[in-house]
């Protein structure tokens, strides 16, 4: 059974750009919950996409945002990227009514 | 917000030796989850507990929930090299989202052969 892809692996931007990043969850598992990972902050929580539906937000700004298709894969968009949005993303999948969530590889962005 | 301490933040321990690591919270949780993660990569689930004083464990890994749902300890027995990397507990809070975990700061193992 395949785990959870994470697409690209690494991203090199420019501060004001944008970018998106793809998830892909396990078979058959329904909820895709996206997080920040840096040195400073730890693992932090951005949002998290059941059934193509936002069903719990972190506290980010407007500039996160996510969607998540009826396929279940997600991806999760940034706008006007800053150089602390620096970081390890990674993207969780879980069945939906189980707290067991099994984590991609991540994506290291990395803004200059 | 909300938020688990987790300590220690950093072990060092020579090959053979046992480990202990824990999280607390002044909050109550429904579940605590235990993950490892290595540099690089993402965490690797290691122990799920669901229930107030659940014992599990998984290989030479033991976890336990504790009896008043507020913290989780992790044990490692007879520890190797591999167990080298990055311990993170993870709660979901009573009535949260079950997408929404809250994490620990981690434990960085390192052990000395």
């Known amino acids: 059974k395949a785990g959870v892809t994470q697409t690209p692996r690494y991203l090199i931007k420019t501060r004001g750009q944008q970018v998106t990043l793809s998830c892909s969850p396990i078979s058959g598992h329904r909820s895709v919950s996206w997080y920040q990972q840096t040195p400073g902050q730890g693992l932090q929580f951005l949002f998290e996409y059941f059934s193509e539906t936002q069903r719990n937000k972190g506290n980010f700004p407007g500039r996160f945002s996510g969607r998540q298709f009826s396929n279940s894969r997600s991806e999760m968009n940034v706008s006007t990227l800053e150089l602390g949005d620096s970081a390890l993303y990674l993207c969780?999948?879980?069945?939906?009514?189980?707290?067991?969530?099994?984590f991609g590889q991540g994506t290291r962005l990395t803004v200059v | 917000g909300q938020q688990l301490n987790q300590s220690p933040q950093s072990m060092f321990i020579q090959e053979g030796e046992d480990v202990s690591m824990n999280c607390t919270s002044s909050s109550i949780f429904n579940t605590w989850l235990w993950y490892k993660q290595d540099p690089g990569e993402g965490p690797v689930l290691l122990i799920a507990?669901?229930?107030?004083?659940e014992l599990t464990s998984n290989g030479r890994l033991t976890a336990q929930f504790g009896i008043t749902r507020k913290d989780s300890f992790l044990n490692i027995s007879a520890s190797i090299p591999s167990d080298v990397g990055i311990y993170f507990c993870?709660?979901?809070?009573?009535?949260?989202?079950?997408?929404?975990?809250?994490f620990g700061k981690g434990t960085k193992l390192s052990v000395k052969p």
């Open positions: 969780a999948s879980s069945r939906g009514d189980s707290h067991e969530a099994f």
């Open positions: 507990l669901y229930k107030a004083g």
């Open positions: 993870a709660g979901q809070l009573r009535g949260g989202s079950q997408g929404n975990l809250i």
